[in-house]
């Protein structure tokens, strides 16, 4: 529970019916905070209905820019205002990049990127009204590590909606509206759900079978607590807990295994500086 005094903030949070959504409505309302929690089915989310502190509303992210207009816009009016917005709503459609095409990419945008973009749009007016607010991007540590075959359109999409929240961290500090972006690496919150998509390719059936294997085998196995990586998230939004006398991080990893990686990343991009150092800075016009 916040301690007596702190403001009760209202949060509109996409993709609460499971995973880190539903995680992240818990951990706000142990704070005493209000919720509108949203899904793509609301049938999902019907038990929360009996608590004054949550609203239920259905949301599809890819239902586009003009319906999302008009949902937030009712959502907002619900306590009066918004003050959290959380863009979790996300699906991971494994495939190999030829096989998928961009038919496949297109399908994992619309969900992950501009469906994250639609609901920044719509709450934007809302937060600029009140010159106050936070905006929440859940991004992924496969953004740093794309490499693996099948996850590339996921990867893509992640890396992308990173280049984003960046952006909109420079755009809205003027208008005193915060952004964080997630980096979260392996929780158990099921988003490699769904078979590998896309028209099979002979040359690639050994390592199609090799990956699909391998996605199929990780749920279950993460190692990431979703209650707590979200109870963190809220202590860093209301400034207590871990987060308590410390900068805002705008971005924030969360396990070791994103750790790992982004720092493996790092060292890697680095170090190809490094060798090439005379190639990168000879390529100017000569004084």
């Not at 961009?102 to 945008?109: A, G, H, I, V």
């Not at 028209?199 to 690639?204: F, G, T, V």
């Amino acid at each position: 529970m916040a301690e007596p005094g702190t403001p009760q903030l209202v949060w509109l949070i996409t993709g609460t019916s499971s995973g880190f959504g539903s995680a992240l409505v818990a951990a706000v309302l142990a704070r005493g905070d209000r919720v509108i929690a949203t899904a793509r089915d609301p049938a999902r989310i019907q038990h929360l209905e009996g608590d004054p502190n949550v609203c239920v509303r259905q949301l599809d992210v890819t239902a586009g820019a003009e319906a999302l207009r008009a949902i937030v816009a009712e959502a907002a009016g619900v306590w009066g205002r918004l003050d959290v917005v959380v863009n979790n709503a996300g699906a991971g459609f494994p495939g190999l990049l030829e096989e998928g095409g961009s038919d496949l990419l297109r399908k994992q945008f619309a969900v992950n990127f501009f469906g994250v973009m639609d609901v920044v749009a719509a709450s934007l007016p809302h937060l600029r009204a009140q010159k106050s607010g936070t905006v929440v991007v859940v991004g992924s540590r496969s953004a740093w590590k794309p490499e693996i075959p099948g996850l590339g359109p996921y990867a893509s999409s992640k890396a992308a909606i990173a280049s984003l929240a960046e952006t909109l961290t420079a755009e809205l500090a003027p208008l005193a509206i915060r952004v964080l972006l997630l980096e979260p690496g392996a929780f158990r919150t099921n988003i490699y759900a769904n078979s590998f998509a896309g028209r099979a390719i002979p040359d690639y059936d050994a390592l199609r079978t090799l990956s699909a294997t391998r996605f199929a085998s990780v749920s279950g196995t993460e190692r990431g607590d979703p209650a707590k990586a979200m109870a963190a998230v809220v202590d860093v939004v209301r400034g207590e807990g871990v987060a308590q006398g410390r900068p805002w991080p705008g971005r924030l990893t969360l396990g070791e295994d994103a750790e790992a990686d982004v720092r493996a990343k790092c060292k890697r991009v680095l170090d190809g500086m490094d060798e090439w150092s005379d190639v990168v800075r000879g390529v100017n016009f000569d004084a």
